[in-house]
């Protein structure tokens, strides 16, 4: 019964403790995951697109006017993480 956890005398207040206590980990180790600094990271559409809070659509419209650039491999398409952070502009 490793993974077992007793609620015997657990006050709500110590539960609530104990919850946010695991998400924090769990979130610390979901972040340590994430590939932030890699400009040259591949992103597919479906993430460039979520990535630029933006529709697929709009992407391919963007890719199309050459807004953006877009790299192929076969019949997929991808898109560099740094490139489109760098499409970027400031607007004030």
């Known amino acids: 019964m490793e993974n077992a ?7 709500p ?8 206590k695991v998400v924090a980990e769990q979130l610390e180790e979901f972040r340590k995951n994430i590939p932030i600094d890699n400009p040259d990271e591949l992103l ?11 529709n697929i659509t709009t992407l391919y419209n963007w890719t199309k006017k050459g ?7 076969g019949n997929r ?4 993480r740094g490139e489109l952070m760098g499409r970027l502009i400031r607007i004030n």
């Open 5 to 11: 956890i007793l609620l015997h005398n657990l006050t």
């Open 13 to 20: 207040s110590d539960l609530e403790e104990l919850i946010r």
């Open 44 to 54: 597919t559409r479906a993430e460039a697109s979520s990535l630029l809070k933006i």
């Open 67 to 73: 807004q953006i650039i877009a790299y192929g491999i």
């Open 77 to 80: 398409v991808y898109y560099k």
